[in-house]
């Protein structure tokens, strides 16, 4: 089986532009999470979605969005990109939006902003 | 908000040698997680700890619960090169809170 993937791997930026990154969860799976992970730091936690209805929300600006799809898939959108954004964006599905479940990380997409 | 500590920051460990890392949250926890990633690489689930004092061994690997719910720790015995890498506990609540990590590196 596959486990979660997500596009693109790596990915060039400017400040000012927009991005946006895409997650498939694990078959099965009903609840995708983002985490922004900046280098030598822990993920911090960015959204979570779960059956296409925003379940929880970290401390990010408006200018970071998400969404999930009828077949569980997600999208993590970032407008006007700032130089701080530049980070390893992680995706990671859960079979439910249960506190207690597993979640699997995908191997994430690498952001780099100019 | 919820905030978990995780000390040490760094562990150089001798190939053999054992060593612990603890991890400590400002409030009672319902449940920690345990995930490890490689460098390069992304976190992978360890392990759950659920119940006040449960102790969980994974081999060389000997997670702890606190008895107050507020604290873990992570023990490894004879440290192999394959350890190599950044343990971080979770707070597992409506969202993960990560650790900060501790990065361990191994001295053949």
């Known amino acids: 089986d596959a486990g979660v993937t997500q596009s693109p791997t790596h990915l060039i930026k400017t400040r000012g532009q927009q991005v946006t990154l895409r997650c498939s969860p694990i078959?099965?799976?009903?609840?995708v999470s983002w985490y922004q992970q900046v280098l030598g730091q822990g993920p911090q936690f960015i959204f979570q979605y779960y059956e296409k209805e925003e379940r929880g929300r970290g401390n990010f600006p408006d200018r970071f969005s998400a969404r999930q799809f009828p077949n569980y898939s997600s999208e993590l959108n970032v407008n006007a990109l700032l130089l701080g954004d530049s980070a390893l964006y992680l995706c990671?599905?859960?079979?439910?939006?249960?506190?207690?479940?597993?979640?699997?990380f995908g191997a994430g997409t690498r952001l780099s902003v100019l | 908000g919820q905030q978990v500590m995780q000390i040490p920051q760094y562990q150089h460990v001798q190939e053999g040698e054992d060593f612990t890392t603890y991890c400590n949250s400002s409030?009672?926890?319902?449940?920690i997680q345990w995930y490890k990633q490689r460098p390069g690489g992304h976190p992978v689930f360890l392990i759950q700890l659920v119940k006040s004092g449960e102790v969980k061994k994974q081999k060389r690997l000997t997670f702890q619960f606190g008895e107050a719910k507020k604290n873990s720790s992570l023990h490894i015995t004879a440290t192999q090169t394959t350890d190599v890498g950044t343990y971080f506990c979770t707070a597992a609540g409506n969202k993960l809170t990560f650790g900060g990590g501790t990065r361990v590196l191994v001295k053949p």
């Open positions: 409030t009672t926890l319902s449940n």
């Open positions: 990671a599905s859960s079979e439910t939006g249960d506190a207690k479940n597993i979640q699997y």
């Open positions: 078959s099965g799976h009903k609840s």
